[in-house]
């Protein structure tokens, strides 16, 4: 056996003799399907591509670590949180939602904010945006609101039509719209961009007592935003720019930082608070619930290998860990189906085994086989429970805290429809540039969309929330505004 290093190998092992040419009889060919080399090379390169995330194709990863700054387990009993000075590795992944794996970066779209802690007790994701709300509250809506963000069945081209076509036939989206159309809507680089949990979560302690959460990240770089015509050029100049930019911050040792935040709602507020609070669309007031600040994030480790570590790691807001648990929330309560159904679909049954994935926690269970089962697959130990071969045991302090629900099964509607109360606040607190910035940005956003009826009823949502903020929609769209 050769011990010489560098040597080109097969996938096999074994040494490769010529990888320049193929082999053929003589010199002009025909090639010769004995060179198994050549086949193997063509046929490996054909399955190089695993299918793209059908939201979030575009994205780019970093390794850091989190830690606790203020002791917080009077709320959860979560391990991560267990003690100020506590550091748990982490992974993130910052992405676009609506582009393919190679569109532009710097475009004006919400940001994917995902982050996989890897506990002491299991990995604890946390799968969240730039943005603290969305555009719908049912994830029923989700597969028809993301067709309308995606290419036209037959052009394959965006469409404002089907966009605007939806958003002003689904009110509850007036809150993120204003956000997305904002300053925030494009961000200067992914370090100068905050992120939220988005949805309400819940924590329980050591003593089963429950409260309701949501998870702010402040960017300790400051919020900075990309002017327009400025993301535009850098979209055609440089579609990598945001990619680019976290690489090369870490790498010259520029470690990206957040400090992360909670509000914390006692269970019983949930009841009697003056809307819903597991509706995503909505921000509870910090007036209300201010923020606690709990640790810090900090991204110090670019990724080995690309495709190893940012394409295949899979987040999912049902990995969940002892302390951390949902809500109600009907947008989570879908998230909960859709994000491991498209981590078998994308990545595989045995996703959760791949090196970016694994828990650094022992995983102990009774699940074997499947494809691509690259661990041990539990060896000879015990395969079905109940056994009496002392097999792993369930931990009953670790089942999750019981939570009562009442009324009828029916497809129900939210029962409050207040959709403009905070979107309209929102618009209020912009200084009087940054109005008009969102106004110009709605109204070169709305001008390709075809239909009048469209861009009235849209421009009804927005006198809704704010007169002043509609009437200026509506005069650069050179309309009136509806009855
Ligand atoms: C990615 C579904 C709402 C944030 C994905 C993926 C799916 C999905 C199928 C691709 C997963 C993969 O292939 O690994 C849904 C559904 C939703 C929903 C059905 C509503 C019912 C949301 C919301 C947020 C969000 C409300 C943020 C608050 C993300 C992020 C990713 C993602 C950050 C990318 C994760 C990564 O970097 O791998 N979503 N999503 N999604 N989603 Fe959602």
Known sequence: MSTEKNKLTTSWGAPVGDNQNSITAGSRGPTLIQDVHLLEKLAHFNRERVPERVVHAKGAGAHGYFEVTQDLTKYTKASLFS???KRTPLFVRFSTVAGENGSSDTVRDPRGFAVKFYTDEGNYDLVGNNTPVFFIRDAIKFPDFIHTQKRHPQTHLKNPNAVWDFWSLSPESLHQVTILMSDRGIPATLRHMHGFG???????????????????????QGVQNLAPDVAAQLAADNPDYHTEDLFNAIEK???PAWKLCVQIMPLEDANT???????VTKVWSQKDYPLIEVGRMVLDRNPENYFAEVEQATFSPGTLVPGIDVSPDKMLQGRLFAYGDAHRYRVGANHQTLPINRPRSEVN???????????????????????SLGGPKESPADKLAPYEVSGSADSVAYDHHDHYTQPGDLYRLLSEEEQ?????????????????????RQIGHFYKADAEYGIRVAEGLGLSIPE
């Open 83 to 85: 003690e100020v000075g």
């Open 198 to 220: 988005s949805h309400t979560f819940k924590w329980v302690n050591a003593e089963g007592e429950g409260v309701w959460v949501k998870y702010h990240f402040k960017t300790e």
């Open 253 to 255: 040792g520029d470690f």
């Open 273 to 279: 608070y003056r809307f819903d609070p597991f509706d």
């Open 365 to 387: 269970n009774y699940q074997r086989d499947g494809q691509m089962r690259a661990d041990s697959n539990g060896g000879g130990s015990v395969y079905y429970e109940p056994n």
């Open 436 to 456: 008009t910035r969102l106004v110009q940005t709605i109204v070169g956003a709305m001008k390709p969309v075809e239909s009048d009826e469209i861009k009235l």
